[in-house]
């Protein structure tokens, strides 16, 4: 007992052979492409340059990694997002958020479109759970459009008369269809276009060029 107690230890305490965030980028990208279904845990591990041991010890099972990717594209994709939030004016804040969210939709170092919506939007009941943590994301972001809009109407830079409940959903609304549109091949120029039709629906005048 002795003997497998201190083997135990030295492989737990053993440093891993691998960047855990690079492997994690690769997870990213595989769930963002194929969806969490067309995932295969060959297909990630492979991506991520790691045997399904190292996988499992880093980042549990194929749920848990999935988990774990979500949070870190919130993180590194979606930073654009707090930045928009972030902004002096409602007006601001909504521009700003749909013009990062075309460039995030159409990076070219990353899969066309959205990853909380082109990995999971459609899946079997076996894996409803993966759907609905990814709704409660995207909420999670109209949620915090509509609290900051609330703040807009507080401060006087948002009339009172605005529903900010429905203008979040509107905002939300656009971006997601961005995305969809992304993923068919609309080009950057091409959402630009329908974003600047969009905003015309916003309370408030453009300072965009």
């Not at 969806?35 to 990630?44: N, R, V």
């Not at 749909?98 to 170092?109: E, M, W, Y």
């Not at 909420?139 to 401060?155: H, P």
């Not at 509107?170 to 969809?180: H, P, Q």
Request: proline share 4%; charged share 25%.
């Amino acid at each position: 007992m002795g003997g497998m107690s201190t083997v135990r230890q030295s492989t737990i305490g053993r440093p891993r052979g691998f960047d855990a965030d690079q492997a994690l980028d690769r997870a990213v990208e595989v769930f963002w492409r194929q969806g969490y279904e067309g995932a295969s845990l060959s297909d990630l591990t492979a991506a991520m340059g790691i045997n399904r041991t190292s996988m499992y010890a880093a980042f549990g099972n194929k749920r848990e990694l999935f988990d774990k990717a979500l949070a870190r594209y919130a993180t590194i994709d979606m930073a654009y997002v707090r930045d928009a939030l972030a902004a002096p004016t409602a007006r601001e804040v909504v521009e700003t958020f749909l013009d990062g969210n075309i460039k995030a939709v159409t990076a070219p170092d990353r899969p066309p479109g959205c990853f909380s919506i082109q990995s999971g939007l459609s899946c079997g009941v076996e894996n409803a759970d993966v759907s609905a943590a990814l709704a409660r994301a995207r909420k999670g972001g109209e949620l915090a459009m509509r609290d900051r809009l609330r703040r807009a109407i507080q401060e006087g830079d948002l009339a009172p008369e605005n529903d900010p409940d429905g203008l979040a959903r509107y905002i939300m609304t656009v971006s997601e269809g961005l995305s969809v549109h992304a993923a068919a091949g609309a080009t950057r120029q091409e959402l630009a276009e329908v974003v600047d039709i969009a905003l015309r629906a916003f309370p408030g005048e453009s300072r965009r060029p």
